[in-house]
């Protein structure tokens, strides 16, 4: 079993930053691939960044690239989502999830543990 737990999201406004921090216990982390997704109100869960287990490969969503940036450090169990240039339709529920393999993945259904979200509000 893998635990994560999701922490600062909060309000910003557009144009800003964020960093948020998922830190996972339980099974070895390092094997894990990571991903993050996020689910506005109404919308389904969509995929954010994926990060494979020793972080030489990521991916991102096209709304995603080249203003957010994911990262892990395997010492601290902990993976990380910098995000720049923050819009309004970033506004969701950020969702940190692990899988068992160690291939970075952008579908939802590959992954076997999730957290329970932070929340990301974006003011115009």
């Known amino acids: 079993q893998v635990q994560l737990v999701e922490s600062g999201g909060g309000l910003v406004q557009a144009g800003g930053s964020l960093r948020l921090s998922c830190a996972a216990s339980?099974?070895?982390?390092?094997?894990?691939?990571m991903g993050w997704f996020r689910q506005a109100p109404g919308k389904e869960r969509e995929f954010v960044a994926t990060?494979?287990?020793?972080?030489?490969?990521?991916y991102y969503a096209d709304s995603a690239k080249g203003r957010f940036a994911i990262s892990r450090d395997n010492a601290q169990n902990t993976v990380y989502l910098h995000m720049y240039s923050l819009k309004p339709e970033d506004t969701a529920v950020y969702y940190c999830?692990?899988?068992?393999?160690?291939?970075?993945?952008?579908?939802?259904?590959?992954?076997?543990?999730w957290g329970q979200g932070t929340q990301v509000t974006v003011a115009s």
């Open positions: 999830a692990a899988r068992n393999g160690g291939t970075a993945s952008a579908r939802p259904g590959a992954y076997d543990y």
């Open positions: 339980g099974r070895t982390f390092s094997s894990n691939a």
């Open positions: 990060i494979s287990w020793s972080g030489g490969d990521t």
